[in-house]
């Protein structure tokens, strides 16, 4: 599964590619995916005159997610020491993001990032990837996948593992009945979220399931299950944003529930320093992204993969709260946790 790097494009095939890529991005994108993003984060074409390794960096990230906007700042640091030119691209449908990663096979890029929240939908692109020669890493989703679909690398975070830490956490704190809250149904890295958190609260854990595209019906949902059950003591939001639309829906219900959640953001920390969420799992997004794009330069300069082919490299779970929240905050304020 881990060869020695293929050699680097010649500089007039990687010239064509660029202006190709260059004219993709002046028609807004050259994926047949409809509503899929397509970006430049460094000078593509730039690449035609330099050499530059080119990386494309796709995931599942629906619009208006600033998660991903803290995985892009990471991935553009990286890009940014390494010379490398980089290209973003996400569509929260799996097909959608299928056809981009075949578009950047067809683009002929060095290296392709990938998450893996459906990955089924990702086998087949990932393997014509890899019959292309071009190296493919994993990160962020697909923890499970990454080495049965033959992905060079994964950096991210176990969620089993941190599920089960968060369900320990909720039994030291006394909670007896918790509802995990799940924004898309069929994420796998959600699902082992609530999953993990169920193997090990020794109370009851109820899944409610939601279309995180919509807030207002979120707290909608959120609020009548309170309503509905008094017993609730505990709300477990899997993402940042989402644990604020939980504390007014606690609130809302008129519920003693409290609020806990996965992942981080500058309101999330603003909101576990006064008190209204009680703790949040960061998965590092920052670095996920940077290690990624790392990961691809290293190996195509140096032929280094971290972890052999066979172990990931955990970028999570680490706890913040009350008491260590402030050694994050200004690193929050600036979008990088």
Known sequence: MNTPPPPQASSGSVGAAALTAALCLLLAGCSGSGGARLDADADAAGSAA?????????????QGDVFWDRVRQGAR???????????????????????????????????????????????????????????????????????S???LEYFGQDESLAGRAVGDKLDALKAKHALCVIHERGNVALEARCAGVKKTFAGQTEML?????????????????????PTI?????????????????????????KVATF?????????????????????QP?????????????????????????APVLTG???????????VARFAAAGTR
């Open 233 to 257: 003591d505990e709300v477990v939001t899997l993402g940042a944003q989402f644990a604020d639309t939980a504390v007014k829906a606690v609130k809302a219900a008129g519920s003693k529930a």
């Open 77 to 147: 640091a990286a890009a940014a020491k390494d010379g490398v030119a980089l290209t973003y691209a996400n569509d929260s449908d799996p097909a959608k993001q299928a056809q981009l990663v075949r578009d950047a096979v067809g683009d002929k890029v060095d290296g392709i990032a990938v998450t893996l929240a459906k990955p089924q939908a990702m086998k087949g692109p990932v393997a014509e990837a890899k019959a292309a020669g071009i190296p493919v890493v994993g990160f962020n989703s697909g923890i499970d996948a990454w080495r």
């Open 286 to 310: 920052y670095l996920q992204g940077y290690l990624a794009v790392d990961a691809l330069w290293l190996y195509r300069t140096n032929g280094n993969f971290s972890g052999g082919g066979v």
């Open 149 to 151: 679909q033959g992905l």
């Open 50 to 62: 330099t050499g530059r390794i080119r990386v494309a960096l796709i995931t599942h990230g629906g």
């Open 317 to 327: 779970p680490a706890f913040v709260t009350k008491a260590n929240v402030a050694a």
């Open 209 to 229: 399931y939601v279309e995180g595209t919509d807030l207002n019906g979120v707290d909608a949902a959120v609020t009548a299950q309170l309503q509905q059950d």
């Open 263 to 283: 992942d981080l953001d500058k309101d999330l920390v603003t909101a576990v320093r006064d008190g209204d969420v009680q703790f949040a799992v960061d998965q």
